[in-house]
């Protein structure tokens, strides 16, 4: 079952500059589906429009970004939901938290530094549900944690009193609380070294396995998406440029950014070294002409220079936009 749909959405940031207002084209022209019951990464250097894509399918739109075209509807088991039409108390009341809920880079940004984890637990659930019986409320959040293998007193602690680790296990235990449809998982696991990333990893897989939800996995991190993703969809300069189940994109994947992204992978036992990609990502404000990828790709025609490639199906899944794969349907 499809849960989300998200069809030509371009989001722009308007700039001013002394006087001269400018559109940043952060996501341009991105058509997706997140299917119920799968783990969906989105992987790309910075600035490729990644955290402006999860800014619009989570509602938490502010200017100078808005949406200019395109559409983004979920298909909640509560309902149906248009972004565009949605109710700024709909959205606060029903949707985030209980619908769409965030796993964050940095877990202190949603747990209060100085309030103990519990009352972070006491804010969410009373905005969303209100709490008519405290004993009935700790004993739910206690056997929450404990579900997700935290040790209950956790609920006790100050933030600063719990590893990074710990903590990151907290904020999954805080987007988990209400079993929503959608987690958006954003560097989840980033700032964490690479023991607790992996039992981290492992808890958001568990957690999808059994709420049979679906989690949205945004990192850089090609590595991560190979352990963890579903189907991966690869950005660059705002755009959507290949898409297809882990199990095709990394053992053949069809456009030359994502060849590189894969290639540049650590194997073990290969001791060749590997190569950067020359140049930077493109300033979105004003992209390059034809495809975005041409100033850095080393297979560049003279048609990439002017034409927009089309995103053409590859069978299996895959999809990819690259002038390279012609014959492939479009
Ligand atoms: Fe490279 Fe051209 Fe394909 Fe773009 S369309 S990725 S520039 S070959």
Known sequence: ??????????????????????????????????????????????????????????????????????????????????MAEVSAEKLRKNIRW??????????????????????????????????????????????HVKKLGLPPDVLGSYPHELSGGMRQRVAIALATVFHPSLIIADEPTTALDVVVQRGVLQLLKEIQAESQNTVLLVTHDMAVHANVADRVGIMYAGRLVEEAPSRIIF???????????????????????????????????????GCRFHPRCPLAKEICKTEVPVMRDLGGGQRAACHLLEGARQ
């Open 1 to 82: 079952m499809t849960l989300l749909n998200v069809e030509n959405l371009k989001a722009y940031y308007k700039t001013e500059m002394y006087g001269i207002s400018r559109l940043v084209k952060a996501v341009d022209d991105v058509s997706l589906t997140l299917e119920s019951n799968e783990i969906y990464g989105v992987a790309g250097e910075s600035s490729c429009g990644k955290t402006t894509l999860i800014k619009v399918l989570s509602g938490t739109i502010k200017p100078p970004l808005k949406v200019h075209e395109g559409s983004v509807k979920y298909h909640f088991k509560s309902g149906e939901t248009d």
């Open 98 to 143: 209980k619908e769409i809920s965030y796993v964050m880079q940095g877990s202190m940004s949603v747990l209060n530094p100085v309030r103990r984890v519990v009352k972070t637990f006491e804010d969410i659930i009373s905005t969303h549900e209100g709490i008519k019986n405290r004993g009935e409320f700790l004993e739910r959040i206690r056997e």
């Open 251 to 289: 053992k053949k994947p069809e456009h030359p950014y994502t060849k590189h992204l894969i290639s540049s992978l650590p194997v073990i036992g290969d001791k060749s070294g590997k190569s950067g990609l020359e140049g930077t990502p493109p300033n979105l404000a004003n992209p390059p002409q």
